[in-house]
């Protein structure tokens, strides 16, 4: 029964990793797709790549994951706590992917297995949720709002004597570099998300214990899901980001992923902490939009998403909570 657990466990949390693959593919491309720079297949095609490959290049955010946020006892209760919080990030995924809002993948799992956790009496470390998940939620916007108009800014005045057909086309092949650096990102961060759960499920089953490296098989199976999931698509979402926040030009696009690139690549090695890739493309396509004129930026449509963000986490911990209680009643 611990076995079948386990393996159960796992084939769900390599299912949240194919839903967060395609509710947040839109992250990487939806920029480079909307100005053109990239059609939609070519763009899906270099995000699941680089998505593959940034599942490698670190481990600090799984670190993050497996030991900072919660306490789960080994055996069977404990892989109820890690199943529960994983079909609670799993169906917020799916309402939100349903509703076309680029809530966060990131957080929902982390509201699942917190969720999870209390309801099965278990042990929460507050000051690793507070420091590595709540902090950055509140921050990361604000950083790239503020980053993604700055660096628009500094495009428009290194550019402000070019000639603007000529200034488009080569940031029409620069987004081509941004657009690979959010899916190399986007990898690098989201992927270990899931390393971190399926490491907890390992040691909780007795695999392995919680000094033990991280199995090359986890890193490329939790990486293949993302990856699969990303070609995937999440159109609706794209849609969202790529066209009713602001339309955006080559530049604008390029400043945003940029924005958005380089912050989840300076949060996963000097901090390791797993902060949302919506929330710093969202915000950083903000910022760059309002350099045009604040009006230009669609703020009703913004304000949706920045309430999806508030709900994210205590709904999908409700529904993990509800979750535990039932299997709980089922096989406790």
Known sequence: MDTFALIVTILVALGFTYTNGFHDSANAIATSVST?????????????????AGAFIGNGVAETVSKGLIVTPTGGQGMMILFSGLVGAIVWNMVTWYFGLPSSSSH????GLVGAA??????VYWTGVWEKIVLPMFLSPVVG???GYFVMVVILWLFKGSNPHKAKRGFR????????GMALGHGLQDAQ???????MALTIGGVQ???????????????????????????????TL????????????????ATGASIMFTTAYLFKAPISTTHVITSAIMGVGATKRISAVRWGVAKNIVIGWFITMPAAGLVAALCYWLVNLAFG
């Open 173 to 180: 092949i620069a987004q081509t570099v941004s657009a690979a």
């Open 36 to 52: 053109r720079a990239l059609t939609p297949r070519a763009a899906l095609a270099m995000a699941a790549v680089m998505n593959l």
């Open 118 to 123: 209390l309801a099965g009496s278990d042990t």
């Open 209 to 239: 214990s919680s000094h033990d490296p991280i199995p090359v098989w986890v890193k490329f199976v939790c990486a293949l899901f993302l990856s699969l999931g990303t070609y995937a698509g999440g159109w609706r979402i794209m849609r």
């Open 108 to 111: 929902a799992l982390f509201g």
């Open 193 to 199: 998300k899931t390393m971190g759960v399926v490491v």
């Open 145 to 147: 709002l503020i980053v």
């Open 242 to 257: 790529g066209r009713k926040i602001i339309e955006l030009d080559p530049p604008q696009g390029f400043a945003a992923e």
